[in-house]
């Protein structure tokens, strides 16, 4: 995280919280977006490369 954190702490000086910039929070969303979406196809079968290209090219998007 390139930018500052910034912590709050209770009456005893714990950490209790942490404000971090908004752009690195939005990382941090979109990444659990990308995990939760790796583990929604988990139990998918793969496919060799070579078909997935094939494929790709079949339908005229490569």
Known sequence: MSETLQYLTDPQG?????????SEYEKLIEDLDDLAAVAERRDEPA????????????????
Request: aromatic share 4%.
């Open 47 to 62: 496919i060799l490369h070579a078909q997935f290209k094939a494929e790709l090219k079949r339908d005229g998007l490569i």
């Open 14 to 22: 714990h950490k209790t919280a942490v404000v971090l910039p908004l």
